[in-house]
């Protein structure tokens, strides 16, 4: 256990609340990272040094997933309640939206982007809402990173959402973090369709069931295929791995 987090698989996953996340990112002087990790993200990132590094460097990761509080519980024997990206974003607009603070989103399409703004001016009326959509490539060239660090500026935002799908995103963050004048910045994939409408989110019933990965699934088999199939069966044997080596070292 280290302060508020606890040590699974080799990353220091956050124990706290979502509200005292978010009231302790804003609060900081200077830029707070706040990442997720998940069964998917955490294989990914056994393969790829640079996404691994962002997590590492995370000042915060919650647990986006319920493999992750399976982990806590079967690890540390600890109850750690999942955290949702959508969940980040619900208490950051809220927090927002009281304080009167500016929110940039960098990532999808115009189209969604619009759509984000249309639907924070009636749920979150005090937010400020800025955007850009960057051009659709597998890597982006300095220019593109030079020209996202210029617009984020330029709005004077508190909070940066970067929704790129991981690690596309985490990497990006990585890179322009000590560039960026905002107080918290997170990678959210998904949650950019999910709050804009262009992807139904599972209801509440399957998210307390943890059965959201299946309605998913279901509705986007090509894109999430791997990470059920593939990612999830490797993170059992890991965490398998870790628990057998705990007992054995008792």
């Known amino acids: 256990m280290l302060g508020n987090k606890i040590n699974l698989l080799g990353y220091d996953v956050s124990t706290l609340p979502i509200k005292d996340i978010v009231t302790e990112s804003l609060s900081k002087s200077s830029i707070y ?9 955490y294989v990914e990132a056994k393969k790829d040094y640079e996404f691994n590094k962002a997590l590492l460097n995370s000042d915060i990761l919650i647990p986006d997933g319920s493999g992750i509080s399976l982990a806590a519980k ?51 009326p005090n937010v400020k809402v800025e955007f850009l959509s960057p051009p659709y490539k597998a890597v982006f060239e300095q220019s593109d990173i030079d020209s996202f ?4 500026n ?13 690690p596309k995103q985490e990497k990006l963050i990585e890179k322009i973090k000590e560039q960026i ?33 299946l309605i ?21 044997k890991d965490l398998g791995i870790n628990k057998i080596s705990l007992l054995r070292n008792r």
């Open 74 to 124: 079967v690890l540390k024997k600890v109850s750690l309640k999942k955290i949702a990206g959508f969940d980040l974003f619900q208490e950051t607009m809220q927090q927002l939206n009281e304080t009167r603070g500016t929110v940039f989103f960098l990532g999808s399409t115009n189209e969604v982007l619009l759509d984000i703004r249309k639907k924070a001016e009636i749920d979150y």
């Open 149 to 152: 660090i210029s617009n984020i």
């Open 181 to 213: 004048n905002v107080k918290m910045v997170s990678g959210i994939g998904a949650v950019f369709d999910f709050y804009a409408g262009h992807v139904i989110r599972p209801s509440q019933i399957w998210l307390t069931l943890h059965l959201e990965w």
């Open 33 to 41: 990272v706040v990442n997720t990790i998940n069964p998917h993200s």
């Open 216 to 236: 998913r699934l279901i509705g986007e088999p090509k894109r999430l295929w791997r990470r059920n199939f593939i990612s999830t069966p490797i993170f059992l």
């Open 154 to 166: 330029k709005k004077n935002a508190d909070v940066l959402f970067v929704g790129l799908t991981a």
